[in-house]
C-alpha cells in the first residue's frame, strides 16, 4: 500500500519561506512520479510541481520561478521549497505518487496547511 505523508505546512508573513516535504512509502520511489497540488477554499485543486522519476521539474504558470520542488532518493522523500510567498499562496497542499508506468494508480497524501498573512 502506497502512503504519503506530507510535513512542514503554517503560517508565513507575506515574502516567507516555508519548505514542505512527502516522504513516500510502499513504491520503489526511484521509478515514481511525485506531484505537488495545492487546493485553496472555494478553488479547484491545481498542479504546482511535478518531479519525473528522472528528477525533471514542471511548474504551474503561477508559480513564477518562486518555487523549487526536488526529490531525495535516499530519504524517499520529495520537497518544496516555497519563496516569495503571498497570502493567495494559502492553500492546503498535497503530493501524489504513481508508479511511472502506471499513471492511473496514484496515491495522495492527506494534505499540509500553508497559510500566509500579515
Known amino acids: 500500500q502506497v502512503q504519503l505523508v506530507e510535513s512542514g505546512g503554517g503560517s508565513a508573513q507575506p515574502g516567507g519561506s516555508l519548505r514542505l516535504a512527502c516522504t513516500v512509502s510502499g513504491i520503489a520511489f526511484d521509478v515514481a512520479v511525485v506531484a505537488w497540488y495545492r487546493q485553496a477554499p472555494g478553488k479547484q485543486r491545481r498542479l504546482v510541481a511535478d518531479i519525473a522519476s528522472g528528477g525533471s521539474v514542471g511548474y504551474g504558470d503561477f508559480v513564477r520561478g518562486r518555487f523549487t520542488a526536488s526529490r531525495d532518493s535516499a530519504k524517499n522523500t520529495a520537497y518544496l521549497e516555497m519563496t516569495g510567498l503571498t497570502p493567495e499562496d494559502t492553500a492546503v497542499y498535497y503530493c501524489?505518487?504513481?508508479?511511472?508506468?502506471?499513471?492511473?494508480?496514484?496515491?495522495w497524501g492527506q494534505g499540509t496547511q500553508v497559510t500566509v498573512s500579515s
Open positions: 501524489k505518487a504513481y508508479h511511472r508506468s502506471d499513471p492511473g494508480r496514484e496515491s
